[in-house]
Every structure is written in C-alpha cells, then in structure tokens.
C-alpha cells in the first residue's frame, strides 16, 4: 500500500522557486498496476522519485508498506530501498563495465547471501525476463530491448514489493516495448508486484490497471 | 570485494588515459625521488660522519692553516684517545675546468690518518708499500675506475695553493667500509708536502690545515670542544672544534640556498602529480554521475562511492608511483655514472622511497577528494538526469 | 573553411574546472622553466658585472680562483711598471695588488655559516671598479683596521652594520661604510688596506694584480710580455670580464643542468596532462564533430580547431608562468659559489629572450600534448560521430 498526502515539491532554480508538485494526494493499493501520465514538466518523475525514496518531499508525508520513507535518515533510506523498491530507468542505466549477471547481482551484494544463493537468485530472474542465454554479455553486446530486460531483473532480483519505472519503452522500438510491457504485466498479474510507472507512452499505459494525468503539478 | 573489482574495470575504461595518467605520475615521482637523492646526497657528510670524531680549525676559516705544535698539545687534553691531521693540497689535475676531473687531494700522516678512519679500508701489503715511499699516494677506487689508476701509475697535479709541479705514484688503492663512505679522495704523505714547501717557500712548513681526533666518550665532545678552543683563544691562531658532524653540517649549510630551492621544487613536483592525477579523476567521476547514482538508487552507501572513486585514485596513484620509484634507481644510477666525483656517494636513500610513496599515496587521495565530495552532493534524482 | 575561434575559446570555458588544472599545469611548468633560466642568467649577470672591460687580472697559472694564487710582492711591483698598464694623473701605474682570503660569518635567520671574501686592496682599487660606489658611512681610511662591507652581507649577515666589529686575523676589524657593487659579487665581499690584511694573516704575497689597460687593445702584448719574462712568466693575465665569467660556469652550469633536467620532466607531465584534458575534449565532443563535419567542415579544419585549442591553453600557461617567474626577480639569493669557494649574492635576471623562450617552450608543449587528440578527433567517422551518445 502506498500513501501520498498532501506532498508538495519545488525546486530552486537560482533564486527562483519552481513548483513541481502542489499538493497532491493519492494511494496506491498492493498489486496496482499505476501508470503516471502528463507533457514533460508535469511532476510526474518527481512524484515517481518521491514514492521510490530517491528524492524527500517539502510537505506531506509517504508512506510505503506502513514506513514513513520521508522520515527515514539519508542511511536508513537507502537501505529500505535495497530492500522494498526496484527501479526500470528509460536509459536501463546498467553498468558498461560489469557483464548482465553481475549487473543483476549489484543490489543482492547489499544483502548477506552468500555467492551461491546470489547466483541462484540471479539466474532466477534472467530466465524469467528471458535472457538466462545471455548472462556473461556485458551491455554493448546486447540489444536496447534486452538492456530493458536486464534491467528489469536487476530490479526484481531482491524480490521487493514495488516497482517503479520511468519510461520503460521509452527509448525502444515498438517490438520490444511490445516485450517489456508484457513482462511488466506479467510481474504484476503473477507475482503480484505493485508497478508505479512513468509513460508518454499510450500503449504501454494500455496495460495498467489505472491511469492518472499530471499536469502543472496538479492531478487532472 | 565488489569495490574493489569495479574500480578495477572502471580504471581500465579509458586505457589510454590511465595510461597516460601513469606515465605521467611515474615521471613526476622518479623526479621526485631523485631531486630527495640529490638533497640526501648533498649531506651525505653529515650522515657519514662518525659519533666519536672531531674535528679541530683555524677559527676565522678552513682556509687558513693551524701550527704543527698544537698536535701535542691537544693529544694531551683528557678524553682524547687518537689524534691526526691533514691539509687540503688542491691543485689541478688535467684540466681543472672540466668538473669530471676533480676529486680532493689531500696531505695527511699515514700512521694515525687510518687509525682515524676506519671506514677507509687500505690492504696491508699495499699499505707498507705507501707508507714508505715518499711520493706515493692511496685514491679511492671510485675515481680510480673513473680514471684508470693502477698501482704504480704516476698522477701529476699542477699546486696552486702549494706551487708546482707535482707527482704522485699510486701505490694503494682503498676501499669504503660502508655504502656512505666516500671512495672519490686521494691521499699522500704530509712530510713529503712539508719538506717539499720548506724548500721553496720557507715559513710556509709546519702547517696543518686541520687536526682530527677521537673522543674516547661521545658525550663529552662538547665540553672537549671547549677545552681546546679556550686553549687557542689568545693565541695567533686561534681553534674552532666540533664534532666531525656538525663540521660536515657547516659545509652543507653553506650551499643551503640550493639545497632549499630544491626542496622547493620537489614540492612543486608534488602540485604536478596532483594536477596530474585529479584531472583524470575529475573527468572520470563526471562521466560516471549517473552510474553512481544507479548505484545509489539501487541502496549502496556513500561509503560504496568514496571507495570506488578514492579507489581508482589511489589505485592510479599506486601504479604510477611504483613506477616512478623503480625507475629513481636506473634514473640515480646513470647520474651518478655521469657525474662520478660530483657527489662522491650517490644512493637512493631508503627514506627517499619511503617520502616519495607517501607522496603518491597522499596525491591518490587528495585528489580523489573534489570528485567523491560533489559526487555524494550530488541528489540522485539530479545525477539520473545528468548524461555523460 | 576555418572553424570560428569563439568556438575553441567557448569550449575551453564550458570544461572550466579541466581546463583550469590543465591551466595550472602548464603554469607551473612554465614558471619553473623562466624561473632556471632567470637563475642561472642572475648568476652570469653577477659575474660579468664584475668585470670591467679594460681590466685585466693577473694570477698565477692554473689557479682556479683568486683565492690559491700567490704573487711575490716584487713581481707584482714589476708588473705594475710594464707599459701597457694606463697611467693616473701624478704618473703611478693604475694597478691595484691585492689579497684575497676567505672568513666565516654567520648569516640571519637561518645562522649557517658562509664564506665571505676579504678583499685586500691599494688605493686605487676603487678607481679600476668604478661600479662600486659608497652607500652608507665612508671609506676606510689606509693604515688603519678598517673594512667597508658590500650591500648582500650587510643585508645577509649577523653583525654586519656600521660601526659592528669583526674578529679575524688575531684582531678586530671596524666596519666604517657599506658600498654598493651595483649587482656585482663585490656586493658581497669586504674590502680593507690590502698592508693591513696581509700584516693580520702573515701573509707574505699577493693574490691578484688588477690593472687598467693603456687601451684595451694592448692585452695581447701585456700576455706576451708576462709571459716571455722569466721573472713573471709563472703568472698568467686575463681579462677581467673572462675570469668573472669562469668563476662562475660551475654554478651556474650546475643551476642551468639540474634546473633543465627538472623541466624536461615536468613538460612531460605536463604534456600528458594536456593530452588528457584534450583526448576528454575529444571523447566529449563526438558528437559535435560530427556535426560540423556534416555541415562541411574539413578534416584539416576540425584537426586545425583542435590544435588551435591546446595552443591557446599552452599560451596562456606560459604567459601566467611568466608572469609569476617575474614576481621573482625580487628574490635575492646567496650561496656558496663552488669556483671561489665563497659566497656569492644573485638574483633572478628578466631578460626578452628568457620570455621568447618560455613562451615557445609553451606552445611546443601544447602542440606535442594536443596532436594526438586533434588527430584522432579529424579522422573521427562523420555517421559514427552522430550516432553516439
């Protein structure tokens, strides 16, 4: 269960504050599948990085699962986030140097498992993206497509219980934004993952459950 | 574990621009440790120096001569057991404007001089040999492998403080006790100089140039050093005595304007390995802002970031510097072959190593500073939006 | 076509904080490299201040300084009566015999002792070095045990003003004037009656004979001369200017070898932290690259740009290490000169040539640092410079 009250943000952009977020209050029950709409300034990735734990609110409070991410200390949080959220970046953001399992395995070297539960884990979640075939590929080798999808298993790796994502597709084709919006569904439908995500996209916002628009910081 | 792989591949990322960053501090560093060489081998008297010996002057300069009789005098202050003395001759040897022909010549009595310096090793045959003849000479096997003495060669100096021509005939070579002994002197009998300038400059006999001695307890020295010195106050000549340590001091302090530009410079080779060093970090790290925070989305700690980046740094800095040292000693080597007489020893100097990896070290961590604090400034949402 | 210079001039500014390291590298270098030059060019100034033109020196042969060379007084008589010396007005020889010796003093602040030459002079020493002038006090008077002092020991020195004492030579000497040698290495000695000095120290002869030549044409016979009469032919004449100049090769060629060595390897580092910053420059800009090269740029163009670019930064090192290099001859130096085993007093010498040479040490950086990047920048793919991120 995820609860937005009355959050508010703004940035400082010199001496000028710009709103991003003005009071905006939402709740997302377990297993939703959310996605977040609205033209480029709307808050929305704002609003996505509130409810991931990557940014700090100015008003209101979030909570997660029943934590007050916004209360948490700048440790405390990142810890809760090894353990409770998985991100999907437009950019897949995976590390150039380290091949696809050992992107995979990044945020299980958080937790205490030893190596071989780690790698258990870690093919685990490349076969069900699809791609246990490929997991000594470091990213240049592999397709934008297949990049989304090691990434989305770098993200359900630690098994959290949301997801967020922030234009998915965004940088793909349409065949293989065809493929990661299925797979998403899947995690959704099957392993009950609670997805918050960020689109331009109509056709991957198809699959959620619920759409929402932001617009000037404002839910419309 | 992790941190440690990862700055591994992140360092190999740009080959070429680690690479040149560590040719770059290696050279820095070998010219660090060399300049540290040239200052260490500047006081390399000071270091050689004996705790026991003492050395007595005239008090107004080294140049000027002290009398024969005051050998006695001060063998018979308590608390020295065994005295000696020398004169500096000087001359030329081959043309005296080309430094590469220099080494000291110097008259002293051939049977206390080595009871004084031990470290002067002379073997027993060829010593009898020289302590006969008149003429002869003991060198130092450096310059003697520089030049090419054997035994029985004549070397002939052209005197300037003691007028005319003159020839020595080799007849001991000698050996350091230790790596800090200086093997560059030539040594010849003081009776033959004194006989020799009594001839030709009557009044000039009966000099001494300066009297050597060992105190029998290290810890009187100073107050030996005033007996003699109080002894003399009145006199025409009067003494300054210290302990052979300060008197090799006096000699370096004399050059202490170079010595300190030196120093100076070394410490701007510091400022260029950083200069060095931080550029490639800074760019690095800039390149890398959205990685490291993916990473810290993902949940690892600021103390992940500053190992990775402080990582890389130190481990640039380690590479180049143990380059950079290994080189010092072929560096340091082929000096001191090309200038053999001008610092008569010449080695890297453990202390060297140890101040010139120190320095690496602090420049891997200095410079990784800037980066690891702007990274861990930087909020993650901005360093997401951050590309390249 | 040539690609505009506010693009180079606004790229080094976009990456201000590489290119001020990069900036600072160049600087130091530069610095250090006028700097040695300054150094050891001060020194050279030194000495051949020293000497005046029409001057010669008389010494024994293969003497390396005045202070091993012995002249019997009589010879030293002969010589001054040879008619090449130039005559003063009451018709005696202009010539000066003098004594030199070295004593210690103590210097301040630092209390390490130096060498400081006594020079003992007749009468007309100070009309043959008219470059040393009273400053302070008066001369000492001839017959009496009193010395002047040059400015570098009374700035350098413990007890060295006016009126101070100095002991040496089994007596107190009495400090009466400070004179001012205009730069030269009188500044640091201490002049006194050459009878008195060498009465002090027991001296029985001479150092040197100093005389001023009828023209300075005659040198070759006043050689000739000295050397084809037994009486002096153990001695040997120069010119002034040449023996101050020889005094002073082993430091200054000491100061020019190490100094220029330390450079060498610095341009190296420096070179490669250029090459750094440029190759960045290059790996940050591909796609710019290829944006100009599809707009038509050529090759020679983006190779020229980036050139141009590196070369700028190298200038603007070397002008700033100039700049701070000049702040240096306000310096004042004082060290053991290893030919007179005695102390000498320079600065650092500012001369055009000094900068020229800086400056195109410089650019020679900068052209060495960034070809390889311009280069790889020039054969830069035009559709694989766009595509890339």
């Known amino acids: 269960m995820i609860e937005v009250r009355n959050v508010s943000k703004s940035y400082r952009r010199d001496s000028l504050r710009v709103p991003v977020l003005n009071n905006i209050t939402i709740s997302v029950p377990d297993g939703e599948f959310l996605a977040l709409m609205g033209p480029s300034g709307s808050g929305k990735t704002t609003l996505l990085n509130l409810i991931a734990g990557i940014d700090r609110p100015d008003d209101g409070s979030i909570e997660v699962n029943g934590t007050n991410v916004a209360a948490l200390s700048e440790s405390a949080l990142a810890q809760w986030r090894a353990n409770n959220v998985g991100f999907i970046f437009q950019f897949y953001n995976l590390l150039p140097v380290l091949t696809a399992f050992e992107n995979v395995e990044l945020p299980l070297l958080l937790t205490n498992l030893p190596k071989k539960k780690r790698r258990e884990h870690v093919e685990a979640a490349l076969t069900l993206v699809g791609l246990a075939d490929r997991m000594g590929h470091y990213p240049k080798q592999l397709s934008g497509g297949q990049e989304q999808r090691v990434a989305i298993a770098r993200a359900l790796v630690t098994d959290p219980t949301v997801l967020v994502a922030d234009e998915p597709t965004g940088d793909l084709d349409r065949v293989s934004a065809g493929e990661v919006m299925t797979l998403l569904d899947r995690l959704n439908k099957e392993f009950k993952k609670t997805i918050v995500m960020v689109t331009h996209d109509p056709r991957a916002a198809e699959k959620a459950h619920k759409v929402m628009h932001l617009d000037k910081g404002e839910l419309t | 574990m992790f941190v440690l792989k990862l700055v591994i591949k992140n360092a190999l990322r740009h080959k070429l621009r680690t690479l040149l960053t560590i040719t770059g501090i290696a050279v820095a560093v070998m010219s660090f440790g060399f300049l540290r060489t040239v200052v260490t081998a500047w006081s390399y008297g000071v270091e050689a120096s004996a705790a026991n010996r003492m050395i007595t002057r005239n008090a107004v300069s080294f140049i000027f001569p002290l009398p024969y009789s005051y050998r006695d005098q001060i063998a018979r202050i308590p608390g020295i057991s065994q005295i000696t003395w020398a004169n500096w001759f000087g001359g030329a040897y081959k043309d005296p404007a080309d430094f590469k022909n220099f080494f000291p010549r110097m008259a002293i009595d051939p049977e206390t001089y080595f009871l004084v310096y031990p470290e002067l090793i002379v073997p027993p045959d060829q010593m009898k040999v020289f302590a006969q003849e008149r003429n002869a000479c003991i060198v130092g096997k450096k310059i003697a492998d520089q030049h090419g003495f054997k035994i029985g060669d004549v070397i002939t100096v052209e005197g300037d403080i003691y007028p005319g021509r003159w020839d020595f005939v080799v007849r001991a070579i000698y050996t350091g006790r230790d790596k800090s002994t200086d093997e560059t002197q030539m040594f010849f009998h003081w009776k033959y100089l004194d006989e020799r300038i009594r001839e030709l400059q009557p009044g000039r006999d009966g000099q001494i140039g300066w009297y050597v001695f060992l105190a029998t307890d290290a810890s009187k020295m100073p107050a030996i050093a005033q007996t003699v010195d109080e002894q003399y106050v009145n006199s025409r000549a009067g003494t300054k005595t210290e302990s052979e340590r300060e008197f090799q001091q006096g000699f370096v302090s004399m050059s202490s304007a170079i010595i300190r530009s030196l120093e100076i410079v070394s410490f701007i080779i510091i400022g260029i390995i950083l200069l060095v060093l931080a550029n490639t970090i800074v760019m690095a790290s800039r390149e890398r802002t959205t990685e490291y925070a993916v990473l810290k989305t993902i949940g690892f700690s600021p103390g992940h970031i500053i190992g990775l980046i402080g990582g890389e740094s130190l481990l640039i800095a380690a590479l180049g510097g143990a380059l950079g040292l290994v080189l010092t000693f072929p560096l340091a080597g082929a000096f001191a072959q090309m200038f053999p007489t001008f610092f008569p020893v010449f080695n890297v100097e453990t202390v060297t190593i140890i101040l010139a990896a120190t320095v690496a070290a602090v420049a891997g961590v200095v410079a990784a500073l800037f980066p690891t604090i702007r990274a861990l400034r930087t909020s993650i949402a901005e360093g997401l939006r951050a590309i390249g | ?389």
Do not use: C
């Not at chain 3, 008589?77 to 000066?96: C, H, Q, R, Y």
């Not at chain 3, 002869?205 to 050689?223: G, N, P, Q, T």
């Open chain 3, 1 to 389: 076509m040539k690609i505009p210079f506010s693009y180079t001039w606004r790229s080094l500014w976009a990456r201000r904080l590489t290119t001020a390291l990069t900036l600072t590298g160049l600087t130091l270098v530069a610095f250090v490299f006028a700097a040695v030059l300054m150094l050891s060019r001060g020194v050279e100034n030194t000495m051949i201040e020293t000497g005046s033109p029409d001057n010669a020196i008389i010494l024994r042969k293969s003497a390396t300084s005045e202070l091993v060379s012995q002249i019997d007084r009589d010879h030293a008589n002969i010589m001054k009566t040879f008619p090449e010396v130039a005559l003063l007005p009451d018709g005696k020889p202009f010539a000066s015999t003098e004594t030199f010796v070295v004593i210690n003093m103590r210097k301040k602040g630092s209390n390490d002792m130096g060498n400081i030459s006594v020079r003992g002079v007749s009468p007309e020493a100070m009309e043959l070095r008219p470059q040393v002038s009273l400053k302070e006090g008066r001369w000492f008077t001839f017959g009496t045990q009193e010395i002047v002092i040059g400015t570098s020991i009374n700035e350098q020195f413990q007890n060295a003003s006016i009126g101070d004492r100095i002991a040496f030579g089994g007596t107190f000497w009495t400090i009466v004037g400070v004179v001012d040698g205009q730069g030269s290495a009188f500044d640091s000695e201490v002049w006194g009656d050459a009878n008195q000095i060498m009465a002090a120290f027991n001296r029985p002869v001479y150092s040197i004979v100093l005389i001023r030549l009828r023209s300075a044409e005659e040198f070759d016979a006043l050689k000739l001369r000295i050397e084809q009469d037994p009486r002096t032919s153990y001695t040997e004449v120069k010119r002034e200017q040449v023996f101050y100049r020889e005094q002073s090769q082993a430091l200054s060629g000491f100061i020019k070898g190490l100094g220029l060595v330390v450079t060498i390897i610095f341009s190296i580092g420096a070179m490669i932290g250029a090459m750094i910053t440029m190759y960045a420059a290059v790996a940050n800009r591909t796609r710019e690259i290829g944006t100009l090269r599809a707009l038509g740029f050529r090759r020679r163009s983006v190779l020229g740009a980036f050139l141009i670019e590196s070369i700028l930064l190298s200038l603007i090192g070397g002008t700033f290490g100039v700049a701070l290099a000049s702040f240096m001859s306000l310096v004042k130096i004082s060290t053991t000169n290893f030919g007179t085993f005695s102390e000498l007093a320079f600065g650092f010498a500012l001369a055009p040539d000094i900068i020229v040479s800086t400056l195109i040490f410089a650019v020679v950086m900068g052209v060495v640092g960034g070809f390889l990047p311009a280069v790889r920048a020039s054969r830069l793919n035009i559709l694989a410079a766009l595509r890339s991120a």
